[in-house]
């Protein structure tokens, strides 16, 4: 929805942005990202999330450990 603050990813799970509040502009009455990752705050897409985020930062540590650059996509 347009001024929502959430751009909608078209699958089920997908990433979305919430928009930062912005000084003067009205505050958003809730922030819509979790909800709107499976639409009824499912568990499952949480779990997603975490996992993602873990294993990006896995990822990283072995990239520095390693001694080679993080590749960017």
Known sequence: ??????????????????RPPVPGRAVEP????????GGGG??????RLVTTLATEC???????ATGRRPVRT
């Open 1 to 18: 929805p347009v001024g929502s603050g959430v751009l909608f990813a078209g699958r089920r799970g997908a990433a979305v942005w919430v």
């Open 30 to 37: 809730s922030l819509p990202a979790l909800s709107a990752l």
């Open 42 to 47: 499912e568990a499952p897409d949480l779990v």
């Open 58 to 64: 896995h990822r990283l540590r072995l990239r520095e």
